[in-house]
Nanobody, 116 residues
Framework: QVQLVESGGGLVQAGGSLRLSCAAS????????MNWHRQAPGKERELVAA????????NYADSVKGRFTISRDNAKNTVYLQMNTLKPADTAVYYC?????????WGQGTQVTVSS
């Protein structure tokens, strides 16, 4: 079992920054990737950024490229999402996801609100 706990969300003005954290606990040995997704009201959940646990390869949604950075600290089993130059369109609940074999494990989500 893998458990994920997100933190770092909050209210920020447009142009500001936030850093989200996702701490993983339990059996993380077979986790191949960690992703950040987000879901805005009335919209489908979308992938924001992903990072592989082995090589550290990263992938970003076009809407956040150049503004968001995903990183990991394997020693702490923690993944981060640094979000800069935030826009009101980034307002959403942000979820961390661990990919472990055929299974996806989700965190509870953290709210990010960007005011104009």
């Amino acid at each position: 079992q893998v458990q994920l706990v997100e933190s770092g969300g909050g209210l920020v003005q447009a142009g500001g920054s936030l850093r989200l954290s996702c701490a993983a606990s339990g059996d993380t040995t077979c986790v191949s990737a960690m992703n950040w997704h987000r879901q805005a009201p009335g919209k489908e959940r979308e992938l924001v950024a992903a990072i592989s646990t082995a090589g550290g390869n990263t992938n970003y949604a076009d809407s956040v490229k150049g503004r968001f950075t995903i990183s990991r600290d394997n020693a702490k089993n923690t993944v981060y999402l640094q979000m800069n130059t935030l826009k009101p369109a980034d307002t959403a609940v942000y979820y961390c996801k661990a990919v472990r074999g055929l299974f996806d494990i989700w965190g509870q989500g953290t709210q990010v609100t960007v005011s104009s």
